[in-house]
């Protein structure tokens, strides 16, 4: 069983910048795939990012390519998500989720979620 729990999320304006952490406790990641989603109010989920337990990553949309940038810390058990450039369209609430040897396409564990709020 692995718990996650986000952190960092907050009120920004457009153009800033904010990095969010996903912490996992009960696990390491090492073996992990781990992803961020959004959901925006009265939207779908939408898939980010993932990094890819053996390394790569794998990005949702081209508007988020070069704005959004995951990384991880095995030692410490925390992916991050830094988001520069900031839009209003970027407000949502922000979901980490991780599965084993994952491939990016399926996520069995998920956190409670981080809200991002983007003024204009």
């Known amino acids: 069983q692995v718990q996650l729990v986000e952190s960092g999320g907050g009120l920004v304006q457009a153009g800033g910048s904010l990095r969010l952490s996903c912490a996992a406790s009960g696990r390491t990641l090492r073996t992990y795939t781990v992803g961020w989603f959004r959901q925006a109010p009265g939207k779908e989920r939408e898939f980010v990012v993932a990094s890819i337990w053996n390394g790569d990553s794998t990005y949702g949309g081209d508007s988020l390519t070069g704005r959004f940038t995951i990384s991880r810390d095995n030692a410490k058990s925390t992916v991050y998500l830094q988001m520069n450039s900031l839009k209003p369209e970027d407000t949502a609430v922000y979901y980490c989720?991780?599965?084993?040897?994952?491939?990016?396409?399926?996520?069995?564990?998920w956190g409670q979620g981080t809200q991002v709020t983007v003024s204009s």
């Open positions: 989720a991780a599965s084993l040897l994952g491939s990016g396409r399926n996520f069995d564990y």
